[in-house]
């Protein structure tokens, strides 16, 4: 029997979403919380309260109305909200997170109804653990945190950004198990440059200018020593911070705090988890591949250190891997004598080459992998793809940006133009192909790290998930079906954590301690007996 907090009696205990259970509450429970006559005299069973909801939501036509009909059942019932999902996941995991999230971000404070998560504003950076002691619930597992800055391919969302946290901790809890009360959104509010957000009076952020250099620097280190301070051991995960300063803020606390950052390793590991299962499918291996991307930032540079990584691992020499990728961005193909590459970029410049285009990079050399995080809608024309799918038997071609309309391509026409051939994985949702989407990762990493009491979350961790998700994909589609998610997660959580046990940031445990550990640390979305 579950304990009920003492102050939750009659409608205070209805608003309360984590422990309401509307129409489900039994006669006896009526009784005794003060609920008769606050509810209708039928009592439901959860799986009548899901038909129902879902009833309504198909009501709703447009995909950012079923968002918010989503978002207002979680802050009601936070139960029926997840059972919902569960149930019917391929259908409503691209509502509640990609692609429709974007456009939850654009409206946010025209749709804005109730608080949830953390606002963090730069006039009370001096506050920030007085913030974080307001935070709804004391015990936090896992925390998102966002600056809105380059939020998905839309950009800079501003306090808006907070849409992608609520998202991302709604599908912690969904696939990975942790529960709803242990996950906390924050948004860090520095401001916005978008300055229609800025302009319009229903923004409900900081109106100013985005703040950048030591005052942002500043900004960030004051949170994470906030942080440290409130909440040592929640693993905190930056997302969708801009390219200039995400590398650098996972860099300096990757090894002071227990976070990583989703954009760069969630997604290289995903990515990397697509192309070895790829690479089975056509026969081949990690080490015979030659590389193509198109787009430079963060999350790029983040795809090749893992799929970098891999080929070490099966047995070429570091400059050997190096010579097998060649990265595009909107000034044409990173070599050593452009002068306006970051550290990280320059590490895959090309020696003797020039500033050629995506398509001259395809015509001069037999790409078996096509990469795409540009955001460049169209950008894998139809004669790229034609001269990659002549020269290779199965490319492996992977339209990795969103939302959907900024797809480098559609799967119909990359399947057409190579009479069905190529091997594809993309960022936005569509029928009968696998989506490369970091929730095949990240909460796999959240689950593990809460499982095996986690120090600190490594590289290794993420190549351990790489393999593992490759390990249990079925080749081609290459990734799990949506509706297995949850076991999938379990599995790949045992690894994760496996490795960190090797890599000294875990301590060590029997695979049946382990394996009971994340059970444990599972939450199913089922009504406690009061």
Known sequence: MTPLPAALHGARLLSTPAYNKGTAFTIEERFRFGLHGLLPPYVETLEEQVARAYTAYLAYEKPLNRHIYLRAL??????????????????????????????????????????????????????????????????????????????????????????????????????????????????????????????????????????????????????????????????????????????????????????????????????????????????SRIRDQKIVFLGAGSASIGVADYLRAAMRDDGLTESEALDRFWIVDKDGLLHDRRTDLTAEQRVYARTNAASITLSAVIQSIDATVLIGLSTARGAFAESIVREMARKTARPIILPLSNPTERSEAIPTDLLAWTNGRALIATGSPFAGIAQCNNVYIFPAIGLACVAARARRVTDGMFLAAARALADNSPGDPLLPALHDLRSVTTKLAFEIAKEAQRSGVADPMSDEALTQAIAAAQWFPNYPVF
């Not at 001096?126 to 004391?138: A, F, T, Y």
């Not at 924050?186 to 302009?199: C, K, T, Y």
């Open 74 to 283: 979680q802050d009601n019932n936070e139960v029926l909200f997840y059972r919902l999902l569960l149930d019917h996941i391929e259908e409503m995991m691209p509502v509640v997170y990609t692609p429709v999230v974007a456009e939850a971000c654009r409206h946010f404070s025209h749709i804005y109804r109730r608080p949830r998560g953390l606002f963090i504003s730069y006039p009370l950076r001096d506050s920030i653990p007085e913030l974080l002691r307001n935070r709804p619930h004391p015990e936090v597992d896992v925390i998102v945190v966002t600056d809105g800055e380059r939020i998905l391919g839309i950009g800079d969302q501003g306090v808006g950004g907070l849409a992608i946290p609520i998202g991302k901790l709604s599908l912690y809890a969904l696939i990975g198990g942790i529960h709803p009360m242990r996950t906390l959104p924050i948004v860090l509010d520095a401001g916005s440059n978008n300055q229609e957000a800025r302009s319009d009076p229903t923004y409900l952020g900081w109106h100013h200018q985005r703040i950048a250099g030591p005052a942002y620097d500043e900004f960030i280190d004051q949170f994470v020593k906030a942080v440290r301070q409130e909440l040592p051991h929640a693993c905190l995960q930056w997302e969708d911070f801009a390219t200039t300063h995400a590398r650098t803020i996972l860099d300096r606390y990757r090894n002071e705090h227990l976070s990583f950052n989703d954009d760069i390793q969630g997604t290289g590991a995903v990515v990397l988890g697509a192309v070895l299962s790829a690479a089975k499918a056509a026969r």
